[in-house]
């Protein structure tokens, strides 16, 4: 069965604090891996997709990067208005579904 | 392009009670889906679609009821609603399936049911 954990639950971070976020997955033979962003009462925002092992995409403040059994987000120097949930999810090959991890609150104090 | 649309934001129902959420995009997307959110877990997949008139069911399909006449719309059906249902509700959309490519979120629709 597909499986992505996501950790820390929760991150609380001061300003310019860089720190990472961990998406550990099993999956029989990987499509692609997610990441979103989720403010609260909204939904989903896509940020990167990954393919395949060693990739790694960026964009402003983060950057993530994957491997065989994992995917990282890299939070460098972040700013309160990086404070969201962030969503792991993994797409099997042969399949057409996500599967979600339960995702990681990110706070960032000023 | 407003993207993907959602109706109503919030809801309650009455135990019993039966409703349908919608759903519509404006950006021609083939696959749509919809999810539940529940705290301390993760999106769950209740239905999806790969195109009009073609659908299919999720992790969750369990009380729930879809149809897909229109690539535009893709409402979601609660027939006899319990408070097991009660969670936030999201439809996707993605141009291609949704491993291959991102999938865009609608708003989420609040649903209590007492």
């Known amino acids: 069965e597909d499986q992505v954990t996501q950790s820390p639950e929760a991150l609380r971070l001061q300003e310019g604090e860089s720190s990472s976020l961990n998406c550990s997955y099993t999956?029989?033979?990987?499509?692609?891996l997610f990441w979103y962003r989720q403010d609260p009462g909204k939904g989903p925002e896509f940020l990167f997709t990954?393919?395949?092992a060693g990739e790694e995409k960026e964009k402003e403040r983060l950057k993530a990067t994957l491997t065989k059994k994992e995917s990282f987000l890299h939070i460098t120097a972040p700013k309160p208005e990086d404070s969201a949930t962030y969503l792991c999810?993994?797409?099997?090959?042969?399949?057409?579904?996500?599967?979600f991890g339960k995702g990681t609150k990110l706070t960032v104090n000023p | 392009n407003a993207g993907v649309t959602q109706t109503p934001k919030f809801q309650v129902l009455k135990t019993g009670q039966s409703m349908t959420l919608q759903c519509a995009q404006d950006?021609?997307?083939?696959?749509m889906s919809w999810y539940r959110q529940d705290p301390g877990m993760g999106l769950r997949l209740i239905h999806y679609?790969?195109?009009?008139?073609?659908?299919d069911q999720g992790e969750v399909p369990n009380g729930y009821n879809v149809s897909r006449s229109t690539t535009e719309d893709f409402p979601l059906r609660l027939l006899s609603a319990a408070p097991s249902q009660t969670s936030v509700y999201f439809c996707?959309?993605?141009?291609?399936?949704?491993?291959?490519?991102?999938?865009?979120f609608g708003q989420g629709t609040r649903l209590t049911v007492v």
């Open positions: 679609s790969v195109g009009a008139g073609i659908t």
């Open positions: 996707a959309s993605s141009y291609s399936p949704p491993g291959v490519t991102e999938a865009f």
């Open positions: 999810a993994l797409c099997a090959g042969g399949s057409e579904k996500l599967v």
């Open positions: 990954l393919y395949s």
């Open positions: 999956v029989s033979g990987l499509r692609g």
């Open positions: 950006m021609n997307h083939e696959y």
